[in-house]
């Protein structure tokens, strides 16, 4: 989101010569939104909404593992605080194990599919709480 609040200015330009009047621009580390106030492109504050459940889905087919092969321990748990980039899950294809990881922080909401269960591309495996790291007192400013 550094990059992109570095930008901000030049984004703000380009919405200007536009009739959009809203730009929400989401990236891994946050999200900037650019509105219409009157004539002036202005930061809009974030949503202090309580943060939208993060749906990981399947990157290939294959069955689905809770846990390796060779532990007895599932790899995480409802209500289990994960990182960016914990493996949470494995697909087995043939002998190939590939590892499903969390794209961020948060805590596993549910897990959706049976260990052993033969999923295809896109099934919903987990749902995740992502991590608030945002500023809750944020305020409207000028660019």
């Known amino acids: ?5 570095l930008r901000a200015p030049q984004l703000a330009a380009w ?3 536009t009739d959009i009047g809203l730009l929400e621009l989401r990236t891994p580390n946050g999200t900037l939104r650019l509105g219409r106030q009157g004539d002036n492109i202005i930061e809009l504050p974030d949503e202090e909404a309580e ?7 399947a990157p290939s087919l294959g069955v689905f593992l809770q846990s390796h092969p060779l532990a007895a321990v599932p790899l995480v748990r409802i209500g289990q605080r994960v990182e960016a980039g914990q493996t949470i899950g494995l697909l087995k294809i043939g002998p190939l194990l590939l590892p499903v ?3 961020q922080a948060g805590i596993v909401d549910s897990i959706h599919a049976a260990d052993g269960l033969a999923v295809g591309y896109g ?6 709480h992502p991590s608030d790291e945002r500023d809750k007192d944020s305020r409207w ?3």
Do not use: G, K, W
């Open 1 to 5: 989101m550094q990059d992109t609040a």
């Open 15 to 17: 919405l200007a010569n």
């Open 51 to 57: 943060p939208e459940i993060l749906s990981i889905r």
């Open 101 to 103: 990881t969390a794209p």
């Open 123 to 128: 099934a919903q495996l987990f749902d995740l």
């Open 141 to 143: 400013t000028s660019i």
